[in-house]
């Protein structure tokens, strides 16, 4: 139960996060239109692209080894000093990209006007990146509240600034990177507040002089992962990126409009990752086994419940919910947002069984598969996005743009999910489990129901949306309960696991804790 609790501390307060930057999302596409939205997106994606370097699975290493028991001092001394020299070979290498293109080519990166918006993003990184040394440790400790709140204040300030942007750029029209920039402003202002309250809870942790022993047992994990890492955090970006060479920063817009929305499923996964690794990799450690299998067969099965009928209704609902929360400006873009839902339902589901690998010292095999999806999503991108890549001598092709980028973030996801769970059976003798066809079948049906209904009753309001919504998640729940898919013990992990007294008991007491 204490996981669980965790896992739903990190859910809610990421869900919370989520809609206080949806708010600050609306007006910026409505103040400020898509094509803002679009310049700012591609120049997040462009510098966040190159934070690969910055990880190379030293991040998972310092969570397992945390968790383990390790000393922590010499964990959090080995992982900050393995950070800092890693931040700055990442800032060496953009320079040194950032120089040869706009100073020895003497070109432009595509509309991006003001150098001025690219440093305050990089510093924006620079930041976050330190960050993830107390975010990490943290999270091996398995607590979620040093980790929920400071992100809670930090996202609540920061969606503030971008509103107050929002507004005045509207005085500022003749010069359209004034508000781009103050944009980046905010997130760069955002992750400063976030560090300097996780610091706060950081101040009496132990900071020891790093040790080769310590090293090598982090580089062990690290280095097997570090190729995976690296296509995962590059997949994180390269879609806009991909589009904005493409395309237009209007269409970039449009894709990172919607794909905000799309956020709000994929949260789940962050906060599953997040304690999920450290619960896995004690069970392997004491060799309970039967209880890991039990663990990855709920965390799926929970995680189902709550995702599945939140993507269907999202897909039933796709364009009243871009009107009724950005702005007909993005309707478009509906059918990106159906398939990014359904792409984050399978990332979402996958995170359990790609856990079990990692937290069972097998991170060499995710690494494997992970390459591989990584590959398969440039092949598909490169396929499906553009109209024609002349350099290449390829003319006609889809020229999908935003909906060919997402059909293959989903395609890859598909892919990746099936080899994880192909892997788990060959190592771990982890078999799936039938509950999860069981929710996608009751989805589908509830789905084209609410479907019907959409067709023939206009909604254009945000309680109409959410009222019919709701009846559209009761109904699933209705119908899996009839079919033995819910339970009265499942609803009784649901309401422990989010009690608001004992959820408030449980932060007191983590924040109070060194």
């Not at 929970?302 to 364009?319: D, E, K, N």
């Amino acid at each position: 139960m204490a996981t669980s609790r965790k896992i739903a501390l990190l859910f809610a307060a990421e869900n919370i996060n989520a809609i206080i930057g949806w708010v600050a999302l609306l007006f910026v596409a409505r103040k400020m239109g898509a094509s803002a939205l679009g310049e700012f997106g591609y120049a997040l994606s462009l510098v966040g692209g190159f934070t690969f370097l910055a990880f190379f699975g030293f991040r998972m290493a310092h969570v397992k080894r945390v968790s383990e028991g390790l000393d922590l001092g010499k964990c959090i001394g080995t992982f900050l000093s393995v950070r800092l020299v890693l931040i700055s070979f990442m800032l060496m290498v953009f320079a040194s990209c950032y120089w040869f293109w706009t100073v020895y080519l003497d070109k432009q990166i595509y509309d991006i006007q003001t150098p001025g918006l690219l440093l305050t993003i990089v510093l924006y990184y620079i930041v976050f990146l330190a960050l993830g040394v107390m975010t990490a440790t943290f999270s091996g400790l398995e607590q979620s509240a040093r980790v929920a709140i400071p992100n809670v204040i930090g996202t609540s300030l920061r969606s503030f600034l971008i509103i107050a942007t929002a507004f005045l750029a509207i005085e500022h029209k003749d010069d359209p990177s004034w508000g781009v920039i103050r944009l980046a402003g905010s997130y760069l202002v955002g992750i400063i507040v976030i560090s300097l309250l996780s610091l706060w809870y950081f101040r009496d942790y132990p900071i020891s002089k790093p040790d080769k022993a310590t090293f090598n047992s982090y580089k062990s994990y690290a280095l097997p992962v570090a190729a995976a890492s690296i296509f995962v955090i590059f997949r994180q970006h390269f879609d806009k990126i991909f589009i904005g060479i493409f395309w237009t920063e209007t269409q970039v817009g449009l894709y990172f409009g919607v794909q905000r929305i799309a956020i709000f499923i994929g949260i789940l996964a962050l906060a599953v990752e997040e304690m999920l690794l450290p619960a896995i990799s004690k069970l392997h450690a004491s060799r309970k086994n039967k209880e890991l299998h039990h663990l990855v067969h709920d965390a799926e099965r929970y995680i189902g419940m709550l995702i599945v009928p939140v993507v269907a209704m999202t897909i039933v609902w796709s364009r009243e919910i871009i009107e009724v929360f950005i702005s007909r400006e993005f309707l478009p873009a509906s059918t990106i947002l159906q398939l990014l839902a359904l792409a984050a339902l399978v990332r979402v589901t996958n995170r359990p069984w790609s856990i079990a690998l990692r937290g069972s010292n097998r991170p060499d095999l995710t690494s494997i598969v992970s390459i591989l999806t990584g590959f398969l999503s440039i092949i598909l991108m490169l396929a499906l996005v553009p109209r024609s890549i002349p350099h290449l001598g390829l003319n006609d092709l889809p020229g999908m743009g935003g909906e060919g980028a997402a059909l293959a973030i989903l395609i890859s996801d598909i892919f990746l999910g099936i080899s994880l769970r192909i892997l788990c059976y060959l190592h771990l003798n982890l078999l799936p489990r039938p509950i999860f066809l069981l929710q996608l079948s009751v989805a589908i049906i509830v789905g084209l129901l609410m479907w019907q209904i959409q067709s023939n009753i206009p909604v254009d309001r945000w309680y109409e949306l959410f009222l019919f919504s709701a009846f559209g998640g009761f109904l699933f729940l209705f119908v899996l309960a009839v079919l033995g898919g819910f339970t009265s013990k499942d609803f009784r992990f649901y309401w422990n696991a989010l009690n608001p007294k004992e959820m408030t008991t449980y932060i007191g007491e983590e924040l109070k804790r060194n």
